[in-house]
């Protein structure tokens, strides 16, 4: 079982839509969770982290988190051309980072 | 950019070759890690360094080393490499190795080895 899972998509939405991503990890006993942007030919731009189960909201992202469901979500309103990339989940596991494959999300004029 | 820089951006090499790839950071942070990225796969951590240790090894081949002189500066050795290992190398930092905080990235060393 891989220990952070994603769909790889691709998500395409239309611009001023929400875009809807989610993740699920295996590792019970994780405290932190991250949500990476990457541009094609780009490094991982960090733009999320969330530790407590609930909401967390910055600008037009919003960071779900369920733990008793292993779940976390990232959604992204008033989507924007600028948002088309890959979206990575990252999990902890002990002091490591577990990363997802990556969901691609295409926004469309 | 993030204060994480990375040097070269690109680099080819044969299989016979000796190079070496540069990360430092200008965050502070106390904490330093090489990943490999490869066409649709997800990333895959290498080293972990904390406070210039070495804590992880995730059984990655001896043609790569790594070194850390200082909680600034990392370093991953290459030699005999494969066309395999033909990758995206992404350089991390964190301010510690041994809590849960995040991670940011340098721009990575596009390699090809021919």
């Known amino acids: 079982q891989k220990e952070v899972e994603q769909n790889s998509g691709p998500l395409s939405v239309p611009e001023g839509a929400i875009a809807s991503l989610n993740c699920t990890y295996s590792?019970?006993?994780?405290?932190?969770f991250f949500w990476y942007r990457q541009y094609s030919g780009k490094s991982p731009e960090l733009i999320m982290f969330?530790?407590?189960?609930g909401d967390k909201e910055d600008g037009r992202f919003t960071a779900q988190l369920n733990k008793a469901s292993q779940y976390v979500s990232l959604l992204i309103r008033d989507s924007q051309p600028s948002d088309s990339a890959t979206y990575l989940c990252?999990?902890?596991?002990?002091?490591?980072?577990?990363f997802g494959a990556g969901t691609t999300v295409t926004v469309r004029a | 950019e993030t204060g994480v820089t990375q040097t070269p951006r690109h680099l080819v090499m044969g299989m016979t070759n000796k190079k070496s790839l540069k990360c430092e950071q200008h965050?502070?942070?106390?904490?330093m890690y090489w990943y490999k990225q490869s066409a649709k796969k997800p990333l895959e951590l290498m080293f972990v360094?904390?406070?210039?240790?070495?804590?992880e090894n995730n059984s990655v081949p001896s043609r790569f080393s790594p070194e850390c002189p200082n909680s600034s500066h990392l370093f991953l050795h290459l030699h005999t490499l494969q066309p395999e290992d033909s990758a995206l190398y992404l350089c991390?930092?964190?301010?510690?190795?041994?809590?849960?905080?995040?991670?940011?990235f340098g721009p990575g060393t596009r390699l090809t080895v021919t």
């Open positions: 991390a930092s964190s301010p510690s190795g041994l809590e849960t905080y995040e991670q940011y």
């Open positions: 590792d019970r006993g994780s405290q932190s």
């Open positions: 969330i530790y407590s189960n």
């Open positions: 990252a999990v902890n596991t002990d002091y490591k980072l577990s």
């Open positions: 965050l502070g942070h106390n904490a």
């Open positions: 360094y904390s406070l210039e240790e070495r804590v």
